[in-house]
Every structure is written in C-alpha cells, then in structure tokens.
C-alpha cells in the first residue's frame, strides 16, 4: 500500500512537472501508466517522462495489480466471515430454542443472586442493541450463584441426557469450533451432563460433592448469559421478529411470556 502511494505521489508530482500538466491531467496520467491501460489520449513527449513511465510500469504496475488483489481477497474473507456468523448464529438459536432458555429459566430460578440481576429481567422488545452491549461490558459484575438445594437433580439429569446427542452433534459442527465462547459453553454443558450422568443415586450426595456440581453449573450458566446476550445482539440486528420472540420468554422475567397481550 505504502509503495503504491509513493509511486502515485511520484508520478503524479513528475508528470505536472516535466509535462507541465495539471494536478488532475498528471493523476491520470499516473494512473493509466500504473494501470498499463494506455489509452493515448496523453503520452509521454520528454525523455524524462519516458523514463519516469518506465519507472512508474515497472514499480507502480506490480503495485496497483498488488493493491487490486488485496482488495478483493478483503472482499471475499468479509463475505466469507460474514457468512460464518450467520451460520453460527444459526446454530446458537438452534441450541438456545432447545436447551438454552430451559436451562436459563431453571438455573435464574434457583439463583441465590437474582435479584441484582434486574437489568437482565428488564430485557424487553424496545430494549436497544446498546443497552444489550452495556450489559455484555458489565457482565462481569453478575456473580451466578446456583443454590443446588433447590435443584432438581434428576429432572435436569433426565433432560441433559435426552440431549445428549444433540449437544455432541453440535460440537462436531465445524462452524461450533469458530465461535470459541459457544464452543466453551457447549463443552461446559456436555461436562455438567457428564458429571450428573455418572452418578447413580443423586438425591443422597454428600455437601462436598453438591458444591462440586454446582461449581459446573455455575460455570455454564455465566457462559449461558453472555451468549445469550450475544445472541439477542445478533437478532435485534437483523431479525426483529425472532428479536421480538426471544425478549417475551426473557428466562429472567418471571412474568414473561410469548404470548402479546393487549394493554
């Protein structure tokens, strides 16, 4: 890029000044010798100015050609990730539809903090895209906190286990292993599934190893909230209606619900 200009800026001040060309008249002059076009409306009429165009084909053509190269692969790689992210967002709709709200509702519901998780339960359809990024900034001040005496072990062993497949399906997606804090979460819900599963009798665990599953808990529901910010991001962008759905089952809000009522 840097070459580029340099040549420009070269043949562009050579040109006005050997030929005796405007500002305007020399620029193109550069350009068409850069670009070997050559239309021949405008040549070269001192030795000088053959020598500069000589300059200006050898350096400037490899340069522009160069420059046009990068430029379109910038095109392709955006488009390439453009699609990508909408392909993992996809994904992470597909996972929130089937296990992610459940187990957000499940584990706000049994959160010992919840209640300083009102900016999260104010989550609505007028909420705007910097509101919702406000919070993913400040997400770090939310300590989750599961109290595991309230949990149903057994009804979320029997969930997760009737997920099982679906989870392992979605971490074999080559577009998963893209989105690392997706991917953190899933393997963070396939280790709690795990964990629950290699226990035979989970209502007569001793406290030490209670606190151990819900340290796991603890940990996916943390990722749980910030993807689903994430996500709720993703959609407020460019899909108002699913928007709409999502921000009424607000897992937050214990009055929400998909249904629109009339005021």
């Known amino acids: 890029?840097?070459?580029?200009?340099?040549?420009?800026?070269?043949?562009?001040?050579?040109?006005?000044?050997?030929?005796?060309?405007?500002?305007?008249?020399?620029?193109?002059f550069n350009i068409v010798t850069m670009a070997t076009v050559g239309y021949g409306d405008?040549?070269?009429?001192?030795?000088?100015?053959?020598?500069?165009?000589?300059?200006?084909?050898?350096?400037?053509?490899?340069?522009?050609?160069?420059?046009?190269?990068?430029?379109?692969?910038?095109?392709l790689l955006r488009r390439d990730a453009k699609q990508r992210m909408k392909k993992q967002n996809i994904v992470l709709g597909v996972f929130f539809t089937e296990i992610g709200y459940r187990l957000l509702k499940l584990f706000s519901s049994c959160d010992m903090n919840r209640n300083s998780f009102s900016d999260l339960k104010k989550i609505d359809m007028n909420f705007s895209v910097a509101q919702l990024s406000a919070l993913i900034k400040g997400i770090e001040q939310y300590t989750v906190k599961v109290e595991i005496e309230k949990m149903d072990l057994e009804k979320l062993n029997q969930f997760l286990s009737a997920k099982h497949h679906f989870i392992l399906n979605l971490l074999e997606n080559p577009v998963v292993v893209e989105h690392e804090g997706f991917t953190e979460l899933l393997l963070s819900v396939a280790h709690l599934n795990e964990e629950l599963r290699s226990r035979d009798k989970l209502n007569r665990l001793p406290k030490s190893d209670l606190n151990h599953l819900a340290g796991d808990m603890n940990r996916g529901y943390a990722l749980l909230i910030e993807e689903w910010l994430v996500y709720l991001i993703h959609l407020k962008t460019n899909y108002l209606y699913l928007y709409s759905q999502s921000a009424r089952k607000n897992p937050f809000n214990p009055d929400a619900s998909a249904i629109i009522k009339d005021f």
């Not at 420009?8 to 020399?26: D, H, N, P």
């Not at 001192?46 to 400037?60: D, E, N």
């Open 1 to 28: 890029m840097m070459l580029l200009i340099s040549v420009a800026l070269i043949g562009t001040l050579g040109f006005m000044t050997i030929e005796k060309l405007s500002f305007v008249e020399a620029l193109y």
């Open 42 to 75: 405008i040549h070269p009429t001192h030795q000088s100015t053959r020598l500069l165009a000589m300059f200006i084909i050898i350096f400037g053509g490899g340069a522009f050609i160069g420059f046009i190269a990068n430029a379109t692969e910038m095109m």
